[in-house]
């Protein structure tokens, strides 16, 4: 079992920046990767960031690469969302959710956080 807790949401003019941040318990020796993700009203939940946690590799969604940088640090072991330059369209509810060596996807999800972007 691993339990996450988002922070960090809010609201934001559009170009400014905020900090996500996701604090993990549990089996966390266990995760091989940790993503953001985020669902917009009316949309389908999206994968934005995610960073393999035992190389550091990381991967961005088209939209959001070269705004946002997703990091660990692994004595907090938290794991952050650097946004910077938001625009309207990353008004979502973001998520970080964790996926465990020997499953199949990511089964663990925190409760979400909101971001709200205004023109």
């Known amino acids: 079992q691993v339990q996450l807790v988002e922070s960090g949401g809010g609201l934001v003019q559009a170009g400014g920046s905020l900090r996500l941040s996701c604090a993990i318990s549990?089996?966390?020796?266990?995760?091989?990767?940790m993503g953001w993700f985020r669902q917009a009203p009316g949309k389908q939940r999206e994968l934005v960031a995610a960073?393999?946690?035992?190389?550091?590799?990381?991967h961005y969604a088209n939209s959001v690469k070269d705004r946002f940088t997703i990091s660990r640090d692994n004595a907090k072991n938290t794991v952050y969302l650097q946004m910077n330059s938001l625009k309207p369209e990353d008004t979502a509810v973001y998520y970080c959710?964790?996926?465990?060596?020997?499953?199949?996807?990511?089964?663990?999800w925190g409760q979400g956080t909101q971001v709200t972007v205004s023109s």
């Open positions: 549990g089996r966390i020796f266990s995760i091989n990767s």
């Open positions: 960073i393999v946690t035992s190389l550091g590799t990381t």
């Open positions: 959710a964790a996926y465990l060596e020997g499953e199949s996807g990511y089964d663990y």
